[in-house]
């Protein structure tokens, strides 16, 4: 009887050492993807990072938690102006560089400069405009102008986005 319950003892410590690797194994793989993903710590024990530390590790809306320093209507107040005054230099500060649009909005301007017709442009752009959404660090506006071409009075709309220092710039025109 003693032989036997030894035989069963060994059994079953290999049967538990067994499901003890696999389940380190497979214990470790997903560590070791959670660290590479990086939602873990990279030394042992490999805590996963709480929703708040990834949350400001790994920011979902860009410049959200930014201060606003200049507004939206602030941005198009100035661009505006330089449109007003045929001020190249003033209505590409106004633009957003880290946006998709960025270098054609600097051609059409730059094209509008050479050719003289910021004051024909401007006539486009009236002084009030009107927030449709308003995100984090997006915007939305829109305004009415008058439209010679089709003789009607027609909608336009702009974006905005927030860069890191808080100022809104114009995403589209």
């Known amino acids: 009887m003693n032989k036997t319950i030894k035989i069963t003892a060994v059994i079953i410590a290999v049967i538990i050492l067994i499901l003890a ?4 194994n497979q214990w470790f793989g997903v560590k070791k993807e959670k660290i590479k993903l990086g939602m873990s710590e990279p030394s042992f024990p490999y805590m996963d990072y709480t929703q708040e530390e990834l949350n400001k590790m790994y920011p ?7 201060q606003t320093r200049v507004t939206p209507e602030q941005t198009y107040a100035k661009f505006r102006q330089a449109l007003l005054e ?11 560089k880290e946006s998709k649009r960025y270098g054609e909005n600097v051609e059409n301007l730059k094209n509008f400069y050479k050719d003289n017709k910021f004051q024909e442009l401007s006539k486009h752009y009236p002084e009030a405009i ?3 959404n308003m995100y984090d660090s997006i915007a939305e506006y ?7 071409e089709y003789k009607q009075e027609l909608v336009g709309g702009l974006n905005f986005q927030k860069n890191a220092q808080g100022d809104w710039k114009l995403d589209s025109l």
């Open 21 to 24: 690797g696999i389940f380190a």
């Open 60 to 66: 979902q809306i860009k410049y959200a938690d930014v």
């Open 86 to 96: 045929n001020n190249l230099e003033l209505a590409l500060e106004q633009l957003a």
């Open 130 to 132: 009107n927030q449709v």
């Open 142 to 148: 829109e305004y009415n102008y008058y439209s010679p």
